[in-house]
């Protein structure tokens, strides 16, 4: 901020020196021609000096800061993303299983784990609770069946 204040001062401060000395001299006249190019110089001087001392590698190096800040952000972003689906499966399949299980008087608690591939399928369920052999039986169905998940990859407790 003290930069920009600066630049200003430093504008207008020429702005009223080329402003006062031009207003002194004969516009017509050699000598009044060349004092105010020399004016119009340093007023553009005054406006331009901040913009070429800006180097570029400067600026390339900010440029490159903010895509790695830009890159790191993206994959947070990814990795909240990849884990609030994976959680999402998980709540849908533990509340379609234990629909299941209420239709059939039981009262188990249920725990999905998921394979660890990039798209997510639930691989082992833990049924905690009682159950009739019945109940049991025909969950034990439905989560192989339409579940696709395997007899040996259900642990009941």
């Given amino acids: 901020m003290d ?4 630049y200003l001062i430093g504008v207008v401060a020429a702005a009223l020196l080329c402003g006062c000395i031009t207003a002194f001299v004969d516009a017509k006249s050699t000598t009044g021609a060349a004092i105010k190019l020399i004016s119009a110089l340093l007023m553009l001087l005054a406006v331009v000096r901040p913009w070429v001392s800006v180097s570029i590698d400067g600026f ?3 440029a490159e800061d903010m895509g790695a800040d830009g890159a790191g952000f993206a994959a947070a972003g990814e990795s909240m993303a ?3 689906y994976r959680a999402s499966i998980k709540q849908q399949v533990e509340a379609y299983i234990l629909d299941e299980a209420r239709m059939l008087d039981c009262e188990l608690t249920v725990e999905v784990i998921l394979t660890g591939d ?3 399928a639930p691989a082992q369920v833990r049924l905690t609770g009682e ?3 019945y109940a049991r039986q025909t969950l034990t169905g439905i989560i192989t069946e339409r579940l696709g ?4 990859d259900l642990i009941w407790t």
């Fill in 3 to 6: 930069g920009i204040r600066e």
């Fill in 60 to 62: 390339l190096d900010w």
């Fill in 82 to 84: 990849d884990e609030a």
């Fill in 118 to 120: 990039e798209l997510p």
């Fill in 131 to 133: 159950a009739s052999p």
């Fill in 149 to 152: 998940i395997k007899r040996e």
